[in-house]
């Protein structure tokens, strides 16, 4: 008989907020009811066996088609036997509007329930994307969960940056690691692109760097350095997608815009409850209504 399997003792320790525990057992649980699978460990791991067939991810939209394209095969356990962790999720959220034609229309239209519509089309989608070579950026491992180009109703070329979260929360800063030499280095690729894009008020990057708000910083300058380097891309945001149970992502997002000169579509945070709400008003057809079904009972954590 499926049962929800092992859960970690120390969730309320790591988050005590209580939502990495109630998460776990949120996964647990749709895997026996939803998925009808067993578990691997703890209850939130799909064996090895029912990972490789793809079960991590919504059935549809070729998703688990670009999850194998994307990596060239190969089998990673946190991204395709982790229901909890993040990796899987931005396939399960933007793969389906990558089909072209009215999905494209469909994003769109949900992309400018939060862009004040300014969006006239949505382009290109790039699941776990970084611009190339890494040199001519910020010289790192910075990437983007997701990545949209689209047509700004100015005429000119935009770019979206999303970073996707679950449960995670910030993550510590390693001494003698060439990040921590880039967050303390004046001269370093963050600094001077921190400085060209004219993003923050005055003083603001002691503060960015702390373990709080570097990876929000990260991702956004990632950005910035690709409008920096193509002049042809005339706006960039950076997108923070995240449960609203997930506080941690609430506060620093709030505290992050106020380290912002300006916020014209600079920096969103949206929650997965705001997304899908927009996804279900503009919802095309019956097949991506199931796949909102999917999602909002396969994430929503009451």
């Known amino acids: ?36 699978l067993g578990y ?12 490789k067939e793809g079960h991590n991810f919504y059935d549809g939209f070729g998703i688990f088609d670009a999850v194998k394209k994307r990596y060239n095969n190969k089998y990673s356990k946190p991204l ?27 994003l769109k239209n949900v992309l400018n329930d ?5 969006i006239r089309s949505t382009d290109d989608i790039k699941i776990e994307y970084a ?21 700004h109703r100015d005429g000119a070329k935009g770019i979206i940056g999303i970073e996707v979260k679950y449960t995670e929360k910030e993550y510590k800063l390693k001494l ?25 008020k005055p003083g603001s990057v002691e503060t960015l760097k ?14 910035e350095s690709i409008l920096l380097k193509h002049p042809e891309y005339k706006h960039f945001t950076s ?30 945070a949206v929650t997965y409850e705001e997304f899908f709400s927009s996804c279900k008003k503009y919802c095309p057809n019956e097949e991506y209504n199931k796949w909102l079904n999917y999602l909002t009972e396969r994430y929503i954590v009451t």
């Open 40 to 51: 691997d460990g703890y209850g939130n791991y799909l064996t090895e066996e029912d990972a």
């Open 176 to 200: 003698n690691s060439s990040e921590a030499d880039k967050c303390n280095t004046a001269t370093s690729s963050y600094h001077l692109t921190t400085k060209a894009s004219n993003l923050y």
């Open 80 to 106: 395709c036997a982790n229901m909890l962790r993040s990796e899987h999720i931005p396939f399960n959220f933007f793969i389906p509007f990558n089909k072209g034609g009215s999905s494209n229309t469909y």
């Open 131 to 151: 611009p190339s070579p890494k040199e001519h950026y910020l010289n790192d491992a910075t990437s983007f969960d997701a990545y949209i180009e689209y047509t």
């Open 1 to 36: 008989m499926l049962d929800t399997g092992l859960q970690y003792i120390k969730d309320d320790v790591i988050d005590s907020s209580g939502f990495l525990r109630r998460a776990r057992k949120h996964q647990s649980q749709f895997r026996v009811d939803y998925l009808g």
């Open 239 to 268: 997108l923070t997608l995240f449960p609203e149970g997930n506080v941690h992502f609430v506060e620093a997002s709030r505290e992050y815009i106020d380290k912002l000169a300006n916020n014209e579509n600079k920096f969103l």
């Open 210 to 223: 702390t373990d709080k708000f570097r990876q929000i910083w990260r991702n956004h300058i990632l950005g």
């Open 114 to 118: 939060f862009f004040n519509d300014s």
